[in-house]
């Protein structure tokens, strides 16, 4: 990208005019995917790299249907529930797409979905030795966060809720918290349900947001995407241009000296 982007996003020193990130599963078909990719603006999209039919090499498949040349892949690990899996998708992702940049997912527990802190940890340890450029996603843990930036990852991704809930997000104190710490970009991943709620992050300081289901998922997924797109600006431009403090009491919003007064009403007899 070039160096005159106003206000890029910037992740391992590559440059980004948008801050909407994009996931490519549950589009209910491809058509559906690539149409609100285009609309989003989205210049980075994930591809859960277990959940390709890699033993049927010549079936037509997701990757097939993404412009690589316009595109900047993030391969993950959706679908690793231990170090072990991690590292092996994380190869894998990286053979298949020349690339070393991972979000990383480390998910053992079906039913809610919700990141291993200590496997995070642990497997984004040995992927940065292995030079990955490591995207970890992780609950809205402040001190989990700043662990996961001195050792060395690109950004950190907390949850606004539960993946696929579409319930907002219930962690923006902790996510403040975050922003206010952090050094490097901070991406807001999983719950979002509505543009309102990326504004949200985006107005509290947050880097980005990454969107999947609310999107795949919507009556109109192209329509939702350039709404989506439109929150994301809105909430950056809130933050940039600095809202009001919030107060206990009403403030007139009208001068309240020199107002002109009505004309004294004469009194009868």
């Known amino acids: 990208m070039s160096a005159q982007i106003p206000d890029p996003l910037v992740i391992a020193g590559k440059e980004f005019r948008s801050r909407l990130i994009l996931g490519t599963g549950k589009y209910r078909t491809m058509e559906d995917m690539v149409v609100a990719v285009e609309a989003s603006g989205a210049e980075m999209i994930t591809v859960a790299i277990r959940r390709l039919p890699l033993d049927k090499p010549n079936e037509t498949n997701l990757m097939d249907y993404i412009d690589w040349s316009r595109y900047h892949i993030l391969p993950n690990t959706a679908g690793c529930k231990t170090v072990d899996e991690v590292l092996f998708t994380a190869r894998l992702a990286r053979e298949l797409t020349g690339s070393n940049w991972l979000k990383l997912e480390v998910i053992p527990d079906p039913q809610y979905l919700l990141p291993d802190p200590i496997g995070t940890l642990h497997a984004a340890e040995q992927l940065l030795q292995e030079r990955f450029i490591v ?20 950004t950190v991704m907390p949850l606004g809720s539960p993946i696929g809930s579409g319930r907002g997000i219930f962690t923006l104190e902790e996510i403040q918290i975050i922003v206010a710490n952090a050094h490097v970009p901070v991406v807001v991943d999983a719950g979002l349900g509505a543009p309102s709620e ?3 992050a985006l107005e509290v300081g947050a880097d980005a947001v990454l969107v999947n289901t609310a999107i795949a998922q919507a009556t109109d997924p192209a329509g939702m995407a350039r709404a989506f ?13 600095g809202r009001i403090p919030r107060k206990e009491l009403a403030e007139a919003s009208s ?10 009403t004469r009194s009868r007899a």
């Open 135 to 154: 995207l970890p996603y992780i609950h809205a843990d402040p001190i989990l966060a700043r662990q996961l930036e001195e050792i060395g990852c690109a």
């Open 198 to 200: 990326a504004s949200l």
């Open 229 to 241: 797109r439109l929150g994301v600006e809105a909430g950056r431009q809130a933050y940039l241009s």
């Open 255 to 264: 001068p309240v000296e020199g107002v002109a007064a009505p004309p004294a």
